[in-house]
T-cell receptor, first 113, second 114 residues
Framework: GAGVSQTPSNKVTEKGKYVELRCDPISGHTALYWYRQSLGQGPEFLIY????????DSGLPNDRFFAVRPEGSVSTLKIQRTERGDSAVYLC???????????FGQGTRLTVV | GESVGLHLPTLSVQEGDNSIINCAYS??????FIWYKQESGKGPQFIID?????DKRQGQRVTVLLNKTVKHLSLQIAATQPGDSAVYFC?????????????FGQGTTLQVKP
């Protein structure tokens, strides 16, 4: 079966631009997570969806970051006015239950130049 | 505060030997722990998990040990193979809370020498 799919796999953007990163979770998984991973570090939690609602967005670093999951499946992470410090790999994961085994996608490598 | 850390950044073992990767956590409220393996250019891959009401859990060639007294978690890999070379992360979750948020450590790089 298909795993978690993230697009694009790589994104290079100019400082100040707007970007959208897409995540297609495993079919039927109600829980969806976004993490950010800098080089040499572990993934850092950003936001968690249960169904359509953001159950925990405490990891979003500031109001330039926003995520949606309008139909409870695909999710989009949106970053406004990108900064060089936003460069990282953005990982999406999904799971059947809140604390169940989370399956990660391969990530989107964002580079802000 | 919430933090998960690993004792060693790099572990080098001979093929066929057993590997032990350690992890310390600081949040005594955490009740669910997971080990992930991450290969270069890929997302983390689930290896094994354990809940706080257990102190040991075994999988295929892997064993996780949990010592809640000293807030310590370890991953044991038996008969380490070249394909085990990767970065290993432990992660913790407060399952009793209303969030699926995982707190990850910084990772240990496992290098398997042929």
């Amino acid at each position: 079966g298909a795993g978690v799919s993230q697009t694009p796999s790589n994104k290079v953007t100019e400082k100040g631009k707007y970007v959208e990163l897409r995540c297609d979770p495993i079919s039927g998984h109600t829980a969806l997570y976004w993490y950010r991973q800098s080089l040499g570090q572990g993934p850092e939690f950003l936001i968690y969806f249960q169904g359509t609602g953001a159950a925990d967005d405490s990891g979003l670093p500031n109001d330039r970051f926003f995520a949606v999951r309008p139909e409870g499946s695909v999710s989009t992470l949106k970053i406004q006015r990108t900064e060089r410090g936003d460069s990282a790999v953005y990982l999406c994961a999904s799971s059947l239950t809140r604390a169940g085994e989370a399956f990660f996608g391969q990530g989107t490598r964002l580079t802000v130049v | 505060g919430e933090s998960v850390g690993l004792h060693l950044p790099t572990l080098s073992v001979q093929e066929g030997d057993n590997s032990i990767i350690n992890c310390a956590y600081s949040n005594s409220a955490s009740d669910y722990f997971i080990w992930y393996k991450q290969e270069s250019g890929k997302g983390p891959q689930f290896i094994i998990d354990i809940r706080s009401n257990m102190d040991k859990r075994q999988g295929q060639r892997v064993t996780v040990l949990l010592n809640k007294t000293v807030k310590h978690l370890s991953l044991q890999i038996a008969a380490t193979q070249p394909g085990d070379s990767a970065v290993y992360f432990c992660a913790e979750n407060m399952g009793s809370s209303n969030t699926g948020k995982l707190i990850f450590g910084q990772g240990t790089t496992l290098q398997v020498k042929p």
